[in-house]
């Protein structure tokens, strides 16, 4: 599936790159939330953040924007899983044939913070598996 990135999306990508020496997949400007979403390949999750967060921390002071990583996935129930933490999903289940939605299993200490404040994290999680995955929606079950 081909992503399609903004002028404003590649010049964050390349200064991520360079800031953290992980090469973003995808770049999301989340404008109603003033943040930038970064997806980050598998197994660089720890690089990009970097210690204590302090490449996050120097990425946001040069663009003025919450920043939010997100670690990619082959699966799209594991994607999906992963742009809903740091909630704790137990499961993804996929269904549907043209219109296919993902239940995520979440404890129910973590349902709050799989939703996210006003919706923003579940909201990010139905995004980005639409982008990435084509999946129509994210439901919590």
Do not use: W
């Given at each position: 599936m081909g992503l399609t990135l903004s002028d404003d999306a590649r010049r964050?990508?390349?200064?991520?790159?360079?800031?953290?020496e992980v090469?973003?997949?995808?770049?999301?400007?989340?404008?109603?939330?003033d943040r930038v979403v970064f997806v980050v390949p598998a197994g660089t999750m720890g690089q990009a953040i970097g210690p204590g967060g302090e490449h996050v921390q120097r990425v946001e002071s040069k663009i003025g924007r919450d920043v939010v990583v997100v670690e990619h996935a082959d699966a799209p129930d594991d994607f999906v899983a992963n742009a809903l933490a740091p909630a704790a999903v137990y499961n993804v289940t996929l269904s549907g044939d043209d219109d296919t939605v993902a239940y995520a299993e979440v404890?129910?200490?973590?349902?709050?913070?799989?939703i996210g404040k006003d919706g923003r994290r579940i909201d990010l999680a139905r995004r980005l598996a639409a982008r990435h995955f084509g999946i129509a929606d994210v439901e919590l079950a």
């Amino acid at each position: 599936m081909g992503l399609t990135l903004s002028d404003d999306a590649r010049r964050y990508i390349a200064l991520f790159d360079e800031q953290t020496e992980v090469p973003a997949l995808d770049c999301v400007l989340d404008d109603p939330y003033d943040r930038v979403v970064f997806v980050v390949p598998a197994g660089t999750m720890g690089q990009a953040i970097g210690p204590g967060g302090e490449h996050v921390q120097r990425v946001e002071s040069k663009i003025g924007r919450d920043v939010v990583v997100v670690e990619h996935a082959d699966a799209p129930d594991d994607f999906v899983a992963n742009a809903l933490a740091p909630a704790a999903v137990y499961n993804v289940t996929l269904s549907g044939d043209d219109d296919t939605v993902a239940y995520a299993e979440v404890d129910s200490a973590d349902r709050g913070v799989a939703i996210g404040k006003d919706g923003r994290r579940i909201d990010l999680a139905r995004r980005l598996a639409a982008r990435h995955f084509g999946i129509a929606d994210v439901e919590l079950a």
